[in-house]
């Protein structure tokens, strides 16, 4: 699993805290990244003792640790989540900058299919206003004029490099990631409705609207904002 920034505490903090919310006999979403895979590990271990739960992958990151973590599968053909627990690049207020991980697409369906969506994260993602990269998962053949029209919207369109693979990130989809610098974004809503608007662009990281938790970890315990 991929980590980032931030203190292991804090992420765990966050993720076991979120863990804790979920009632037995639930439907529960899996984010993934470092701290998603914190409340995953601990709903595997109330799983352990009695719980019943069903989770609902965003990636095969997510999927491979729930099942090692004992957790029964479905998928959103099955059931929908009552709740889902997801990490976060970037926080403001309750708009998001998600898909660090390359899995923003699946994220943002069982994220807003969720009853209840509960972001996860530690202090270093919190700021006043978005200005992170905004990934587009888009289709490989869309690439260059994406990249076009991400620059009509005055953004700077990079592709995802792989680490361990020569050439770019390919995604669970099979699909290329545009990270678009844009600066400082004054709109997240309109920019994502713009960004939606362009052909070949699968989805974008923006999540606005959707967050009803928001849970930071600190080293001394779990702030807990609520919409
Ligand atoms: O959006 C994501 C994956 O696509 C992750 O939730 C995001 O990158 C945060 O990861 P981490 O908890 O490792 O910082």
Do not use: W
Request: net charge negative; glycine share 14%; aromatic share 2%.
């Amino acid at each position: 699993m991929k980590t980032t920034g931030g203190s292991e505490a804090a992420k765990r903090a966050a993720g076991e805290r979120a863990a804790e919310l979920v009632e037995d006999g639930a439907v529960v979403g899996l984010g993934t990244g470092s701290t998603a895979a914190h409340a995953i590990r601990a709903l595997g271990e109330r799983v352990g003792q009695g719980l019943d739960l069903r989770g609902i992958p965003t990636s095969y990151g997510s999927a491979d640790l729930a099942r090692e973590a004992g957790i029964e599968l479905v998928t959103l053909d099955d059931a929908l989540p009552d709740v889902t627990i997801d990490g976060a690049d970037q926080i403001a207020g309750f708009d998001l900058i998600k898909g660090g991980g390359a899995a923003h697409t699946r994220e943002k369906l069982v994220d807003s299919a969720a009853k209840r969506f509960v972001v996860v994260a530690d202090p270093s993602k919190e700021v006043e206003s978005l200005d992170h990269p905004v990934p587009l998962e888009v289709l490989p053949s869309a690439r260059e004029p994406v990249s076009r029209a991400v620059a009509g919207l005055g953004g700077e369109a990079e592709l995802r490099g792989a680490e361990r693979k020569d050439g770019p990130v390919v995604t669970d989809n099979g699909n290329l990631v545009l990270d678009c610098d844009f600066g400082r974004i004054e709109s997240p809503a309109e920019l994502g409705d713009e960004l939606s608007a362009i052909p070949g662009v699968l989805e974008h990281g923006l999540f606005v609207g959707l967050a009803d938790d928001v849970l930071v970890g600190t080293d001394g315990g779990v702030e807990e904002r609520r919409r």
